[in-house]
């Protein structure tokens, strides 16, 4: 998982090719992306922007992909040039009004047993579990792989 240990001036964000939204009920979901990985690794990373518009708490409480053998919500916490990353068992809160940025080196749905590698330009389908709004589908845009350390994942 040392994919996710990068730089902190290296550019997180989303590929152009993640600007479509998704909605359901109150909750939106926006640039969904995610990152390209080795043959090797078996895993990856998901990201996006999730907002509770609507006026009802909510919880990202699973995620499944039919391209992975499970889906798991984890938070990353920086500790001095390492990380420690940890699974997130009740899920991710989103009282209303609330925005939450999943990124490399902090909150993210990591797939973990890829059935293919994540190749750049491609996309991967992923459902989104809420406890009260119910499941959304998205599409992640494969976005290339970005450096971490001195070295690119």
Not at 69 to 97: D, F, K, W, Y
């Amino acid at each position: 998982m040392n994919w996710f240990r990068r730089s902190r001036d290296t550019p997180v964000g989303p590929p152009a090719a993640a600007s479509h939204n998704y909605t359901l009920g109150g909750i939106e979901i926006s640039s969904p992306w995610a990152r390209a990985s080795s043959s090797e690794a078996g895993e990856g990373g998901g990201f996006f922007v999730l907002a509770n518009k609507g006026a009802v708490p909510n919880r990202l409480v699973a995620a499944t992909s039919p391209d992975a053998e499970r889906v798991e919500i984890h938070a990353i916490t920086v500790v001095g040039s390492g990380i420690r990353m940890r699974q997130r068992e009740n899920g991710l809160a989103l009282s209303p009004g609330t925005t939450l940025t999943l990124k490399p080196r902090g909150y993210h749905l990591l797939l973990i047993g890829l059935k293919r590698p994540l190749e750049e330009g491609g996309r991967i389908a992923i459902t989104l579990t809420f406890e009260t709004a119910g499941n959304l589908d998205i599409e992640c845009a494969v976005a290339a792989p970005g450096p971490v350390g001195e070295k690119a994942i």
